[in-house]
Nanobody
């Protein structure tokens, strides 16, 4: 089974930056599209960003487009989320996930494997 472990979360001031990392273990996820979701207290888990198998396509929610950048290093079985110009509304637990073949980037149910999440808190 694929295991995904997020890291890099923390507390930052509004306008600051963080880089989240997602490490795959157990089995490589390089053959699958990957995504980042986030969930704030009392809110639904929402799509943040997605990336295709060979990084030839990236997808973003409107709320983060232009501020966040997803990338991956398949040789290292790593996926990253660079977050710039952070806002308090970005505060959430961020989850890395592996999408099934032929799935929809934007749909949570189309992802088969999930990490435990890493907390991102943006202060004002």
């Amino acid at each position: 089974q694929v295991r995904l472990v997020e890291s890099g979360g923390g507390l930052v001031q509004a306008g600051g930056s963080l880089r989240l990392s997602c490490a795959a273990s157990g089995r490589t996820s390089r053959d699958y599209a990957m995504g980042w979701f986030r969930q704030a207290p009392g809110k639904e888990r929402e799509f943040v960003a997605g990336i295709s198998r060979i990084s030839d396509g990236t997808y973003y929610s409107d709320s983060v487009k232009g501020r966040f950048a997803i990338s991956r290093d398949n040789a290292k079985n790593m996926v990253y989320l660079q977050m710039n110009s952070l806002k308090p509304e970005d505060t959430a637990v961020y989850f890395c996930a592996q999408r099934r073949m032929g799935g929809n980037y934007y749909i949570r149910a189309d992802y088969d494997y999930w990490g435990q999440g890493t907390q991102v808190t943006v202060s004002s």
